[in-house]
């Protein structure tokens, strides 16, 4: 059974930075997209960015372009969240998820919210000063 497991949260000042791991067990991290989600004390869950299984494409909410960045290390089995130029708003538990049937092209969040199989626990990111 796949599991995921994030890694990396903490506090961290506004402008700082941070990356967050995401580790996978279970499977071949190659078959599944990976994304990360964030979830705020009060707020619906927000669809981050994610990583393509297939050619590694990426895509990203407005709110964390030019700041935050994916990556994926498949003989590692694990994908990266560099988060820089922090804001308080970025605060909240941060999630990745898998999803082997969401591919390039498609919408993100919504497709990938459709596709979405399996998740980890989360790893809370305090942006404060």
């Known amino acids: 059974q796949v599991q995921l497991v994030e890694s990396g949260g903490g506090l961290v000042q506004p402008g700082g930075s941070l990356r967050l791991s995401c580790a996978v067990s279970?499977?071949?991290?190659?078959?599944?997209?990976i994304g990360w989600l964030r979830q705020a004390p009060g707020k619906e869950r927000e669809g981050v960015l994610c990583?393509?299984?297939?050619?590694?494409?990426?895509y990203y909410a407005d709110s964390v372009k030019g700041r935050f960045t994916i990556s994926r290390d498949n003989a590692e089995n694990t994908v990266y969240l560099q988060m820089n130029s922090l804001k308080p708003e970025d605060t909240g538990n941060y999630l990745c998820?898998?999803?082997?049937?969401?591919?390039?092209?498609?919408?993100?969040?919504?497709?990938?919210?459709?596709?979405?199989?399996?998740w980890g626990e989360g790893t809370l990111v305090t942006v404060s000063s």
């Open positions: 990583i393509t299984s297939s050619d590694g494409s990426t």
């Open positions: 279970g499977s071949t991290l190659g078959r599944y997209a």
């Open positions: 998820a898998g999803a082997k049937e969401y591919n390039s092209g498609s919408s993100f969040p919504e497709d990938f919210y459709r596709y979405l199989e399996v």
